[in-house]
């Protein structure tokens, strides 16, 4: 009965401030852990983590840019100082862009690579440093259906979270030694804020009802289940893995 168990947990997730981070936090929280809410900005890492303690989470807030190496590695030993180890690691934060590829700006794509691909190497790096000297953490990448399959207009976004499926990967190879898990979740197809435009068309909404078993959109909740299992002990020799929540979209035809 305690596979599933967070009590007494650290956990960090990055971008965590709204969207499908915010209710991942809320997901893990009530399996008991405890929560730092990142953000880029004080304010919304404050607020979200406030909404978390008001409804009887512990719950803190940690800003700083995941893109900004000084920043992570100072806001890291922060953590570990004065909130304490952190058990477990969420790489949430992400960006998306949308231009037809011979017209992609330059500066859309560094910020798409920035933001979803590096920042999940700066971050891993600081805090598995510290997971290695104790020899236990585990670390979730959130990855994507597009670290397997591209889409129109998205085609550096489709780059880096195929980047991240191998830098999971990799990661596992190196960190699995020392007691340290690292897996990824690939989200299907949610109805998030990053998403909306895609909700409110109905011609795409129609093709993805069709084109997925399940024939709908996901609800950003249904995430918190292998969110929970990655982060407990009912996960300790899954290593490496890539657990898609999608409906049964990957493997149809």
């Not at 890492?45 to 406030?50: G, P």
């Not at 560094?110 to 590096?118: S, Y």
């Not at 999940?120 to 000297?133: A, D, K, Y």
Request: aromatic share 8%; charged share 20%; hydrophobic share 45%.
């Amino acid at each position: 009965m305690n596979l599933f168990s967070l009590e007494n947990k650290k956990i960090l997730i990055t971008g965590s401030a709204r969207g499908i981070g915010f209710l991942t936090a809320q997901g893990l929280a009530e399996y008991g852990a405890e929560i730092i809410i990142n953000d880029i900005t004080q304010e919304r890492a404050e607020i979200a983590a406030l909404k978390l303690r008001d409804m009887g989470f512990n719950a803190h807030a940690a800003a700083f840019d995941v893109t900004d190496a000084q920043a992570v590695e100072s806001a890291v030993e922060h953590i570990e100082r004065d909130i304490g180890a952190i058990d477990v690691l969420f790489n949430n934060a992400g960006i998306q862009r949308r231009h037809p590829f011979t017209e992609f700006p330059l500066k859309d794509w560094n910020d798409i690579i920035a933001v979803n691909q590096t920042a999940v190497f700066l971050v891993s790096q600081s805090v598995s440093r510290r997971m290695v000297q104790r020899r236990a953490g585990k670390i979730v990448n959130i990855c994507s259906m597009q670290s397997e399959l591209g889409r129109d207009t998205i085609t550096p976004y489709a780059a880096a979270k195929g980047a991240v499926k191998m830098l999971t990967r990799g990661m596992c190879v190196e960190l699995a030694r020392y007691n340290i898990q690292v897996n990824g979740i690939a989200p299907g197809y949610f109805k998030t804020e990053m998403t909306q435009a895609l909700v409110q068309d109905p011609v795409f909404t129609e093709w993805l009802c069709k084109r997925t078993p399940a024939a709908r959109w996901g609800d950003p909740r249904e995430l918190i289940g292998a969110a929970v299992f990655l982060s407990s002990a009912a996960s300790d020799f899954v290593n490496g893995h890539l657990l898609f929540v999608d409906g049964g979209m990957l493997v149809a035809v």
